[in-house]
């Protein structure tokens, strides 16, 4: 396990009152960025590496963490917390009966005694279901009391939200062993899903399945995220089949630490735009 941190100089851990953490947690890894809210500037980014089998070596290894990262010892103004699932279910605002959260989301996926199911309002009249490990959810609950918790895929939705309205677009976020794919036609979104991927083959047999069954064609853009090397083969072999295969940017909605351009901008906005959610 291993720290990568980028931090700006004018990052003060006697002001974290006036900071926005954002945590993004899954069993292979451990991020976390701090939006300076007075400035609106991204100040500081980690990533750890993890290799958790289940939510107890999880709550183990991310004890760990908590225990030693001093950043994380100290007080928020307010706290976002992602986990990485497979298990997102997708529905309509105007159809959706908070009463009926198990029903609609076991429709899916079979009922977990151990999990929560986390309900996220989006701004496109779209509601996300996803399971949290009750164990991992405690965890830092107990830590970051003020802490509020979302899909992995609702920094998905907040990003897309502020891009081109007129556009088909398949958004393709990939972090190690999961890839999250949003597809959105025009300004109506009509798919997320989740997949376990071993290696960029399975991905793009995962993006190519999931366009053909939409029916998407050649000139729907795709916008890429997450750990993908630039000059890897998936970008290369993508551009085989579609026009427009692009790296996501940053958005213009908050300002950033020149140490983030240390890496590509794609690698982190999963974290850096889950502290747009709300």
Sequence with gaps: MYASPFIDETFDIDNCHNYMLSIRCAPDGFYFSILDLIVNKLIVFTEYDLNAATPFQLKNEVTEILGKETILQQNFKSVNISYSSREIVLAPQALFNPEEVDALFHIHFESNRNNEIIVNKTTNDIVLLAALPKIIKDLLLNHFPNARFFTAASALFHYNTHLASNQNRLLVQVDKHMMYLLYSKGNTIQMVNAFFVKNETDSLYYILNTMKQLQADHKTELLLLGHIQQNSTLPKQLRNYFEHVNFARFSHQYTV???????????????????LCE
């Design 257 to 275: 630490s020149y140490t983030f351009h240390q890496e590509p901008e794609h690698y982190h906005l999963a974290t850096t735009e889950l502290a």
